[in-house]
């Protein structure tokens, strides 16, 4: 069975700043995808970032990257000129064959002037 | 597109009444997925559906638990009898995907149901 871990309950942040939110994986499996989603306060979630495993490049959006390290199984997420309405739940997620996404625990992050 | 949409976004009930979730996933998607959200647990997978069939029910935690898709277009979640402890925010997700294939998932707003 895949799993999830994110290491990191909280962090703080202040605006404009760059923060790194952690995450590794245990899977069997050698083709997989992993994910960013984030869960603000109106609790919709809303997916940030996607990389597919047999990709070495690491996938960027806007201010949004990840630091993918497949050997270690770690997906770390960096958001760079971190702004207010970043503040939210980010969750870690992964899916293999079997197209079910599971999820790590979250990270909360606050962004402070 | 309209999105993933569920219905109701709120629901207070009774314990010992039959709640009854909805979902209208996104036209065309072949996958829905039903997700649970809890302080304690975190989100968990309850159930998927793949071309309407159920694939993977492991996640359903009791019988008092039920789910069915009848058509592409619309699934229901039912608990009966609801507990307080079923109190959580119930989410459901729709994907266009092949199996493995990793395609993008998704969410609906989630229905926040509270048994008292």
């Known amino acids: 069975a895949q799993t999830v871990t994110q290491s990191q309950p909280e962090m703080s942040v202040q605006e404009a700043e760059t923060v790194t939110l952690s995450c590794t994986y245990d899977?069997?499996?050698?083709?997989?995808?992993l994910f960013w989603y984030k869960q603000p306060p109106s609790r919709q979630m809303i997916l940030v970032i996607r990389q597919e495993a047999y990709k070495q490049q690491n996938a960027t959006e806007n201010r949004f990257s990840v630091n993918f390290q497949k050997a270690a199984k770690s997906f770390s997420l960096k958001i760079s000129d971190s702004q207010l309405g970043d503040t939210a739940m980010y969750f870690c997620a992964f899916t293999g064959t079997a197209s079910k996404l599971t999820f790590g625990t979250g990270t909360r992050l606050q962004v402070t002037l | 597109d309209a999105g993933v949409i569920q219905s109701p976004r709120h629901e207070v009930t009774e314990m010992g009444q039959e709640v009854t979730l909805r979902c209208k996933p996104i036209s065309g998607h072949n996958s829905l997925f039903w997700y649970r959200q809890t302080m304690m647990r975190g989100l968990e997978l309850l159930i998927y559906?793949?071309?309407?069939?159920?694939?993977?029910d492991s996640g359903m935690p009791e019988d008092r638990f039920s789910a069915k898709m009848p058509n592409a277009s619309f699934s229901t979640l039912k608990i009966q009898p609801s507990e307080p402890r079923d109190s959580a925010v119930y989410f459901c997700?729709?994907?266009?995907?092949?199996?493995?294939?990793?395609?993008?998932?998704?969410f609906g707003s989630g229905t926040r149901l509270t048994v008292v």
């Open positions: 559906f793949n071309n309407n069939v159920p694939i993977d």
């Open positions: 899977t069997s499996e050698n083709n997989y995808y």
């Open positions: 997700a729709s994907s266009l995907a092949l199996i493995g294939q990793g395609g993008g998932y998704t």
